[in-house]
């Protein structure tokens, strides 16, 4: 599953709603998805525009910061995150966050955006 396509999913919507809010045709964007084209700068900004985020802002690599938590010598962890449509997605395990959570908290809260995002 590509990043684009669990960003639709994160924003509930499908690839033709994208594709109207992009003014694409909705096989161009499911090309993108599936890999079979490539996405010039002009069409990701498009998409960036159209989704609210980009790849850099929120990565779907869950199973990265629960291997780093695994590692921490630490009770509590802060974890930083965006919110797309009331979704709160956590995107790193950050000293500065406002958002503090026990390490087994942070383990299932990372362990079920795991299972929901890949």
Do not use: H
Not at 50 to 67: I, K, N, W
């Amino acid at each position: 599953m590509s990043w684009l396509k669990k960003a639709r999913g994160l924003k509930r919507i499908s690839s033709r709603e994208l594709a109207e809010m992009c003014g694409m045709s909705m096989n161009y964007i499911q090309k993108i998805e599936g890999g079979n084209r490539g996405m010039p700068s002009d069409t990701a900004e498009k998409i960036y525009a159209a989704l609210g985020f980009t790849p850099d802002e929120v990565r779907f690599e869950t199973s990265e910061f629960l291997e780093r938590i695994e590692g921490l010598d630490t009770d509590v962890v802060s974890l930083s995150y965006v919110i797309v449509n009331d979704v709160i997605y956590f995107t790193g395990i950050d000293e500065q966050s406002t958002f503090t959570v026990s390490v087994d908290n942070a383990r299932l809260l990372l362990a079920s955006q795991s299972v929901l995002f890949g």
